[in-house]
Structure formats: C-alpha cells, structure tokens
Nanobody, 118 residues
Framework: QVQLVESGGGLVQPGGSLRLSCAAS????????MGWHRQAPGNQRELVAS???????YYADSVKNRFTVSRDNAKNTVYLQMNSLKPEDTAVYYC????????????WGQGIQVTVSS
C-alpha cells in the first residue's frame, strides 16, 4: 500500500500564493507519475498537474503559467507551487499517484482545502 499525505493548504487572498506538499510512503515499487487533482463544490474532480517518472509535466489549461509541479525524489515528496491564485482555484486538492501508463490514478491522499477569498 501507498500512503499520500498532503500539507500546505489554507486560506489565501486572490493573487496570493500557496505551496502544497505531498509526502509518499509505503510500498512505492511501481511509480509512473504523481499528480494533483482538485474538486470544487458541485464540480467533478479534475487533474490539475502531474509529473511523470521521467520528469515530464502536464498542466490543465486553467492553471498553466500559474502553477508548477515538482518533486524531490530523495524525500518521496511532490510539490504544487500555486501563484496568482484566483477564487475559482478554491477546491479540495488531492495528491495522487499512478503506477502504470494506463488512465486513472491508483492512490489518493485524503485531500486538503485551498480557499482563495478576500
């Protein structure tokens, strides 16, 4: 089993920044990519950003040029730097991990709230 624990969420004003962290632990033998999903009230979960084992990254159009995903392999930790935050970024953010190239993520964190409001 793999455990994913998020930290760094909270309340921030529009235009502000937050950095989310996700520490992975457990049986991490197969790792293809780690990602950040989010879910706002009334909306479906969406993939915000991901970073693959080779280092390639993906960003949803809504966060391009504002969010940056990175990882520290030595610490088994992935980060999401969020800049120029907007009220529409308000959501529960989930750290996720996939073990194969197939669609879908296999492991999910418990989620952390990010609220952008003045």
């Amino acid at each position: 089993q793999v455990q994913l624990v998020e930290s760094g969420g909270g309340l921030v004003q529009p235009g502000g920044s937050l950095r989310l962290s996700c520490a992975a632990s457990g049986s991490i033998y197969n790792f293809y990519a780690m990602g950040w999903h989010r879910q706002a009230p009334g909306n479906q979960r969406e993939l915000v950003a991901s970073i693959a084992i080779g280092g390639s990254t993906y960003y949803a159009d809504s966060v391009k040029n504002r969010f940056t995903v990175s990882r520290d392999n030595a610490k088994n930790t992935v980060y999401l730097q969020m800049n120029s935050l907007k009220p529409e970024d308000t959501a529960v953010y989930y750290c996720t991990l996939k073990t194969t190239v197939k669609p879908g993520y296999d492991y999910w964190g418990q989620g952390i709230q990010v609220t952008v409001s003045s």
